[in-house]
């Protein structure tokens, strides 16, 4: 194969390759960033499940504390009874005693149904807390990983480079010229194999002239209908 050739073939696959890592390093932050969301999602649940509880608590106190006040008036109310001069007073603090203790009464159905809420909400928070323990370490690996694997790309990004320019300081500047034209106009592809008479590019097949032309790869052809630089690999030879 003319050595030319042989030197854009490589340069394109050098270039795939660049492609190929500048894609996933540009790709890795928005991994992460989802890994985070999730992590941040499950973070949330678990801080609302925590803030339910201590609603919940509160609320209890606050029930309790409010029992503990009908109580000292039922038992002022009760010191009263034993000063009244007329039925009427009496019946008045026995009435203020009787709506006081259904006050407790309603405070503290409220208070066993808080309580039977405390064992599931509790029950959830549990599971939430352990549900953010597995995720936050499952998340860190996943963070590690994609942080390790974007240096890795990196490094390996600066050597592809570096053998680029390599590869295109061999060229005749030319024939680089016409190598990235063709590069930008066909989307990454500017060399193509011949394969069973036809280009690969464009799947077109090629005149038995410039097929032969090709087949002798003694100088730079290119395919007349989508304008790659064409190339030709011999099949192995039969055993």
Do not use: W
């Not at 010191?79 to 259904?102: C, G, P, S, W």
């Not at 549900?131 to 936050?136: H, M, N």
């Not at 570096?162 to 016409?178: G, I, K, M, T, V």
Request: proline content about 3%; charged content about 35%.
């Amino acid at each position: 194969m003319n050595p030319a050739l042989t030197i854009l073939v490589e340069l394109q696959r050098l270039d795939h390759a660049i492609r190929e890592l500048e894609s996933e390093i540009q790709s890795l932050p928005r991994k992460i960033a989802g890994i985070e969301s999730q992590l941040t999602e499950h973070i949330q649940k678990a801080e609302a499940n925590k803030k339910r509880v201590a609603e919940n608590q509160r609320g209890r106190r606050k029930r309790e504390s409010d029992i503990a006040v009908l109580r000292e008036k039922i038992s002022k109310h009760k010191d009263q009874m034993l000063e009244v001069k007329t039925n009427e007073q009496y019946r008045a603090l026995l009435h203020e005693i009787e709506f006081h203790e259904a006050g407790i009464r309603k405070l503290e159905d409220e208070i066993l149904a808080e309580m039977i809420e405390s064992d599931a909400l509790e029950k959830q928070l549990r599971e939430a807390e352990q549900s953010l323990a597995v995720e936050r370490s499952r998340a860190q690996a996943e963070i590690g990983a994609a942080e390790q694997r974007k240096q890795q790309d990196e490094d390996t990004l600066r050597v592809v480079k570096a053998q680029r320019q390599e590869a295109q300081n061999l060229l005749d500047p030319d024939l680089y010229f016409s190598y990235e034209r063709i590069l930008g106009a066909r989307r990454g592809l500017a060399v193509a194999e011949v394969h069973n008479g036809a280009c690969t590019a464009c799947h077109v097949r090629l005149r038995p002239q410039a097929y032969n032309d090709v087949r002798a790869s003694e100088e730079i052809l290119n395919c007349e209908s989508c304008g790659c630089i064409l190339y030709y690999v011999p099949e192995p030879a039969a055993q």
